[in-house]
Each structure stands twice: as C-alpha cells, then as structure tokens.
C-alpha cells in the first residue's frame, strides 16, 4: 500500500527538483575549479624550470619540474627566517590585541544602557566613510608617537577597524540577551567578569571571524614595514620576499648597465619561477590556518550581518 506524504506550503516552496539539484552542483563544482586552479597554475610555475617557462610558457602540467626558485630563496634562508619571526610575533601579537580591543568596543556599543552609544558609533562610523590620508598618518606614527623603526609601527596602525567594530556590535546586539546581563549584575557581577566569563565564551563565532580578519591582515601587510622600517632587522616576510622580487626585477632590467648578460641573468635566477614560490611561500600558512577557523568564520559573518 502506497503511503500518501503530505507536505506543507512551505515545504512545497523549499523543495528543489533534482534536475536544478544538479544543476547547482554543476555550478559550484565550476566556481570551485575558478578558485583553485589558478592556485594550482601557481604551485606549477614555480616547479618549472625557467627555460621551458621561456619557450613553452605558463603550464598546468609542467614538462619538467625543478626546484631551483625555491632553492634560490633558500639560499637567503637566514635573512628569511628572521623576517618569518617578525611576522609571526606581528601577527600573533596584533591578531590578540586586535581580537581584544574590537570585540569589547564592540561589545559596549551594544549596549542599550551606555549612554555614549550614539555618539562613539558615530565616531566609529565615520572613518569607514572618509580617511585622514596617507600624510597625517604618517605624521601621526612617526613624529608623535615615535613609531619609526619600532616593531609597534608594524601593529598599531591595523590594530583596531571601523568594520570589524561594527560587525562586533551587530553580533552582540543581536546574540547576547539583555537578560543575561541584568542577571548577572543582580548576582553582583562586574562589567569586565561578565564580559571575560559570560560574554566571549558564547562568542566563538565572532571572535574567530574577527581573528581571521586580522590574521589576514598582518600576514599580507608590507606597506606598513615600508612606511616606517628602515631597520632590515625589523622586515617583515611579506617586506623581505617584495624586496627580493624587485631585486630580481632590476637585475633583469638592467643586466647590460651592470655588465651582466641577460642569458646569465635568466640562467642564474628564476625570475617567473621566484615570483610564483614567493606566492606559495605567502599563501600556504593562511590556507592551511582558514580550515580550523571556516565553521566560526562563516557563522560569525551570517549572524552579525543578516541580524541587526
């Protein structure tokens, strides 16, 4: 006997033939491979040798596989790994600092009691809309707050963002009941206890989606190492692995004023091959760190903007 399944309007409406099922995974799988190959086309370039890359060209399946342009930055190994330490205290210590500055402005913002809430959100609100410039900031860092060739030149001016504090304030609007807090208040609680011991650990979402922020950030920043770092003790990877790749630009262009061939040039540095493995060497921390934090990231940016 045949059973009747009745279902509801909306469940009607939300119900999707699988003709359009595939449909959608057709394209899905197209936008997958838009985002990937051009990563694998990279990863490929700087595995070929750069003689067949000066005949043949760009190839996702190289003819042969050399490992010179890594070995070439290898070859700068010391200087490399002193610039990797820089952007790992910088980013370390920015992301931490960063995460507990934004989420606590954000969280008093969000609060329907503060009476200042209007006007610092304004104040919030304004630089996302207009900037100070380049100059005065420059200004700024280097004349009053001495940041020049200071390790702090390379996490003060990212510390803290107009759009992250805003993302913060609509999550805990939006997430953290007033309840919770005038509970918490009635049992005799701080503002910092109920923030440290009630707030942020229902605030994985928001404070992973913030962290990645910054974490990107800090991990692809350059400009600031070369707005205030003179020091070469103090450049940054991404700083560091720039530099190398217009040194080896220079060379390239101007190899007859140097008394040096272009056959030699080209011989001895992987010119396209460096530009690539530079590119991996930037990339693959970040993309082996996005899996962990992808559910946080994801949920975090739904409820602070679709809510609010």
């Known amino acids: 006997m045949k059973k009747t399944v009745y279902q ?78 820089v952007s790992l205290f910088v980013t370390i210590v920015g992301t ?48 009053l707050l001495g940041l020049k060739n200071s390790i702090w030149a390379l996490i003060l001016p ?24 005038e509970s918490a208040k009635i049992d005799g609680a701080s503002q910092l206890t109920i923030y440290f011991r009630i707030v942020l650990p229902i605030s994985l979402p928001v404070l992973a989606t913030i962290a990645l922020f910054l974490c990107f950030g800090y991990w692809n920043d350059w400009f600031q190492s070369m707005l205030y770092i003179d020091n070469a003790q103090l450049n940054s990877l991404q700083a560091l692995l720039t530099q190398i790749m217009n040194n080896v630009d220079y060379l390239s262009k101007n190899a007859s004023t140097l008394g040096i061939s272009a056959v030699q040039i080209a011989r001895d540095l992987p010119m396209e091959g460096s530009r690539m493995a530079i590119a991996v060497i930037i990339v693959l921390p970040i993309a082996c760190a996005y899996p962990f934090f992808q559910k946080y990231f994801i949920s975090g940016l739904t409820i602070g903007a679709v809510k609010g």
Request: hydrophobic letters at 50%; glycine letters at 4%.
């Open 8 to 85: 509801t309007g909306l469940e009607k409406f939300n119900r999707v033939r699988s003709s359009t099922n595939i449909l959608y995974n057709l394209f899905f799988i197209l936008l997958s491979l838009i985002c990937v190959i051009p990563i694998l086309l990279v990863l490929a370039i700087s595995l070929t040798p750069e003689e067949t890359i000066s005949t043949v060209g760009y190839q996702l399946f190289p003819q042969a596989v050399s490992f010179n342009s890594y070995l070439f930055l290898w070859r700068q190994h010391t200087v490399l790994f002193r610039a990797l330490g």
């Open 96 to 143: 931490a600092l960063g995460v507990l500055l934004t989420t606590s402005m954000g969280y008093v913002l969000s609060r329907p009691q503060y009476r200042l809430k209007n006007f610092l959100t304004w104040v919030v609100f304004i630089p996302m809309v207009f900037n100070g410039g380049m100059v005065s900031s420059y200004f700024v860092n280097t004349a």
């Open 158 to 181: 990212l510390l803290v963002s107009s759009f992250n504090v805003i993302v913060c304030k609509t999550f805990f609007r939006s997430t953290i009941p007033d309840e919770i807090v």
